[in-house]
């Protein structure tokens, strides 16, 4: 008989022994908030687009530029595309050839339409912002003096509905 009420005892005292450690109150931390929505919509469904030139690489003419419709939404899935890059001279400068303008400039383009080959690599980094890609910009071809001196760039992005305004950006003196 005594067995019994030992193995009680025991029985009760491991339980009391156990539930003291049940006891530690840890802080809990909450789980951090979810990023906010970013709003989207598709090129072919934007009424609007504007575009804005964030980053441009001189050296090989890769340009990352934003869009967004009229609602400020990031605008994704743009491919169709006509991209134009001016090298001009320094207005300060004088041809040494009397028959030239005084203010010329040489012109590189790139195109994406929906139909052909592109021409440049169009690439969306994240919702709304892309980057483009070409082989490199070769103004030694098309002016060997070597008098380009700045860099504008003028970028027409394509959707069903609209497209965005063409503007000549300076992008880089050289």
Known sequence: MKYPLLALTLGTLALVGCGSDDNTSEEKTPPPPPPPVEKTVSIDEAAQINLAVEQFDPNT???VFSLTDANQAAIITAKNYDIYYFGFTDKNKSSPN??????????????C????????KLTEVK???????????DWQ????SGAVSQIKVAIQ????KANNELALVPVAPL
């Open 61 to 63: 003419g890769t340009l």
């Open 98 to 111: 009397p028959k030239a303008w005084k203010r010329w400039h040489v012109v590189q383009n790139y195109r």
């Open 113 to 120: 339409q929906s139909k052909g080959e592109c021409s440049g």
């Open 127 to 137: 919702n709304g912002q892309y980057q483009f890609e070409i082989a490199g910009l």
């Open 141 to 144: 071809s098309k002016d060997p």
């Open 157 to 160: 992005i394509y959707g069903t």
